[in-house]
């Protein structure tokens, strides 16, 4: 009798809660965000029972409390529950439910969509590949965004506990790579440019024979005018990179950095070659000193590279190259094959010929080079009838290869810049900005200049100068950017980009 009982009770147990189930997977929920309504089924927000959507099926047992945990808002007569969100995003976000995941629609902000993501408790596995790769390239706008406002913010903030000569390093620091930082700066900038400028004039001038001066043994050297100039700009060189170098907050980091590698370059065959003028007569031949310094003096092309460091068009183009190291291997892959292919040919149908001028394979590969890349310098050509007929095969095939990789790379090119000049403007708003809230907030007043911003008290707690971090989220600013600090914050103008 006891052992029906069990099985009685089971049988209802079970049989509430298939019937239970079954309500659920029945029961509508109304769903009202942004002022959009939507009606949704228990059977469908059950299949990810983590999300937010899936939580409100039974937060109506758990009273206002779980209720309002969970939403804005709720009608009771309705039985519709309010959500002040992104209706376009939620749109997006609904369709794990029914698809298995989550696309993000064009217009939408890639970090703004995470947020939403992150409320309706969705998570980012649901995205798409081609929608995480949008919100990759977002992260490091903002995290390019936060760097630059932060080297910003660096140099405006005076740190009292650093002592006399830290703070002298990082003037000079600042002088020498900083143009936009003073009037100074700026001056001294353009010199170096013009200074650059004139020296590779000079490499270039001291070559004309008419230039040229007689020595003791008859042979012909660079004017003793121009080769005074060439040493004052040599010897301005070597100052601002030994100031550079005194200054940099990373020895090690600022050795290894490519374009100071191209700056010793430039300076490093002056004293080498005055090194072997005077001392290397001892020990070798004049000759082959003579030869030594000649070589050297070749390596003085380098400096003409140091202008990149002066210009940003320099940098953009070097950027675009190396983004470009796909289109470009695939350029070198079809004029590699081209130029084997046509020189073969070539090489083949000439052989006819008595008076042919494709005397190997290896030979034609320059007559394959010149003509795949429409140079064209005539000291090799076919005779035959084919022979030509290859030639303009090879030279139209050459046109094809070298234009289609050429987009992309100026696709990369425009795009990169662009890019910049966004970050810049970007950055240059937000410390405008920031300016005026902290300037606000620290005076007691609503705005604020950049003398006020220098006057701004010191955070008592330390003696590190103000306070940016603490300023910023006092002010609740729209501006404040969360890459600054690990603390959270609220949804931000840089991460809604609306």
Request: aromatic content about 10%; hydrophobic content about 40%; overall charge neutral.
């Amino acid at each position: 009798m006891l052992r029906m009982t069990m099985v009685n009770w089971k049988w209802r147990c079970s049989k509430r809660s298939r019937s239970e189930s079954a309500l659920m997977a029945q029961m509508e929920i109304g769903v009202n965000v942004g002022g959009v309504r939507q009606v949704l089924y228990g059977d469908l927000l059950s299949q990810y029972p983590e999300t937010r959507l899936a939580e409100l099926i039974n937060c109506l047992a758990g009273g206002y409390d779980t209720i309002f945990s969970l939403c804005d808002d709720y009608d009771p007569g309705k039985r519709e529950f309010y959500f002040d969100r992104d209706p376009d995003a939620f749109k997006c976000v609904i369709e794990v439910y029914y698809f298995g995941e989550v696309h993000m629609k064009k217009g939408i902000c890639p970090i703004c969509f995470k947020n939403e993501m992150d409320f309706w408790k969705v998570d980012l596995k649901f995205l798409d590949d081609c929608c995480k790769s949008h919100l990759s390239e977002k992260r490091e706008e903002l995290e390019e965004i936060a760097r630059r406002v932060q080297l910003i913010l660096d140099d405006l903030g005076v740190d009292a506990a650093e002592g006399r000569w830290r703070r002298c390093q990082k003037c000079v620091w600042k002088f020498l790579e900083k143009p936009e930082s003073s009037c100074p700066a700026r001056v001294v900038a353009v010199l170096s440019f013009l200074l650059i400028l004139v020296s590779s004039v000079v490499m270039c001038v001291g070559t004309i024979p008419e230039l040229q001066v007689l020595d003791a043994e008859g042979n012909r050297v660079e004017h003793p005018t121009l080769e005074n100039v060439e040493t004052a700009c040599i010897g301005w060189f070597t100052l601002e990179y030994l100031l550079r170098l005194f200054a940099s907050p990373n020895k090690l980091h600022f050795a290894l950095s490519f374009m100071n590698i191209v700056d010793v370059l430039a300076i490093l065959p002056f004293y080498v070659s005055l090194t072997l003028t005077h001392l290397g007569a001892r020990m070798m031949e004049l000759t082959n000193v003579q030869q030594a310094v000649q070589a050297l003096r070749i390596m003085r092309i380098a400096r003409i590279f140091k202008l990149a460091r002066h210009s940003s068009g320099l940098q953009t183009l070097t950027y675009a190259l190396k983004r470009s190291f796909k289109e470009l291997g695939l350029l070198l892959m079809y004029l590699a094959v081209g130029i084997f292919v046509f020189s073969a040919l070539g090489y083949t149908m000439e052989q006819s010929h008595p008076e042919t001028l494709f005397k190997s394979i290896p030979q034609s590969f320059w007559w394959a080079i010149i003509t795949m890349t429409t140079v064209g310098y005539g000291d090799i050509y076919p005779k035959t009838t084919l022979g030509k007929l290859n030639a303009a095969i090879s030279f139209l095939c050459g046109v094809i290869a070298i234009a289609l990789p050429i987009h992309p790379i100026i696709n990369n090119f425009v795009r990169y810049y662009n890019k910049q000049r966004v970050l810049e403007t970007a950055a240059k708003h937000e410390l405008e900005l920031m300016e005026l809230n902290s300037s606000g907030v620290g005076e007691g007043k609503a705005g604020g200049s950049r003398a006020d911003l220098d006057t701004v008290p010191p955070d008592p707690a330390g003696m590190e100068g103000p306070s940016w971090s603490s300023r910023l989220k006092l002010s609740h600013s729209d501006t404040f950017i969360p890459l600054l600090t690990e603390e959270k914050h609220h949804r931000t103008r840089l991460q809604s980009c609306k």
